[in-house]
């Protein structure tokens, strides 16, 4: 039988467009899935779930996806049974605690007895317990940012990426609990072949990882210079060297089209 492995992607939002050019920059063929729950690439054996982030844990715990791209905030909050797989490399973003600039919370001591609000309440529980701080969680889907201004909440415990909701409301990071961002997830019973078929996914996105930290530098050099260069160079290994002496191009100052090879002097 042909199995094709089931990703969830994320329907719109911070982590569609990430998600959507690494699969293509894998050589992965999709259209956009626009207004679509789920296409079929031309040329992987994958067909993409277009999802809500907050679901995405959830359908790879069971099996409704095999794998899914989404945030660490979001899996650890949504605490499902699912494989970690790695890291992906966008949607980077800490979850912090941020108190009022101004007011009487000083630090995280500061916490016992008061209210946090936030869209994250099992991980903030989670979190107070280990400081051992006795806050009482105030769970809010949106807009946690304001709860403090309208006096909802004493702190807050939310995303932050920039800084510039926190500065625009006033608040102050004191304490950061997760560093997170886009990671791939998988289910905890994959069949052998869609296995095959992630460890050929995984392939491919380790081949973007690698191109993605690497420069190819192409330059012309008098021969009595190389050594320099390549002590200056922190290639990966020694650099091609390969000799044009003696030769050079000449190119049309009309159309820049390449002439011919002429002989140097
Ligand atoms: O509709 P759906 O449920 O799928 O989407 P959503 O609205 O729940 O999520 P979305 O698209 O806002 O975020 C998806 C994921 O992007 C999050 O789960 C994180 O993994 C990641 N991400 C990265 C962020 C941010 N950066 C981010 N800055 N998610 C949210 N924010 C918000 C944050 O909540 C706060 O309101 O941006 C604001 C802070 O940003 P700065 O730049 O002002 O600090
Ligand atoms: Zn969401």
């Known amino acids: 039988m042909n199995e094709t492995l089931k990703i969830a992607v994320q329907k719109s939002g911070r982590l569609y467009e990430g998600s959507m050019k690494l699969l293509k920059e894998c050589g992965i063929e999709v259209s956009n899935g626009n207004n679509q729950l789920r296409v079929i690439a031309a040329n992987f054996p994958v067909e993409i779930f277009f999802l809500r982030d907050d679901d995405i844990p959830e359908y790879v715990q069971d099996a409704v996806a095999d794998i899914g791209f989404v945030g660490e905030n979001v899996v650890k909050e949504k605490n499902k049974e699912v494989d970690i797989i790695e890291k992906l490399g966008f949607g980077k973003c800490r979850l912090s605690i941020a108190i009022p600039k101004t007011g ?147 190119f049309c100052s009309f159309c820049n089209k390449r002439k011919r090879f002429l002989e140097c002097d």
């Open 104 to 250: 009487v919370l000083q630090s995280l001591n500061d916490l016992n007895g008061k209210k946090i609000a936030t869209s994250y309440p099992f991980y903030s529980f989670l979190f107070s317990q280990r400081k051992n701080i006795q806050a009482s969680i105030h769970e809010i889907s949106g807009s946690v940012e304001i709860a403090p201004r309208i006096g909802l909440a004493d702190a807050i415990c939310d995303l932050v990426s920039s800084g510039s909701t926190l500065f625009t409301n006033e608040l102050k990071e004191i304490e950061t609990i997760l560093f997170s961002e886009s990671i791939l997830i998988s289910n905890k019973t994959l069949t052998a072949e869609k296995k095959i078929i992630l460890e050929s996914l995984r392939f491919r996105l380790s081949a973007v990882k690698k191109a993605k930290n690497n420069k190819y530098v192409l330059l012309n050099a008098p021969n009595n210079k190389l050594d320099t260069i390549f002590g200056l160079l922190p290639g990966m290994k020694k650099p091609n060297n390969s000799a044009i002496s003696g030769r050079r191009l000449e």
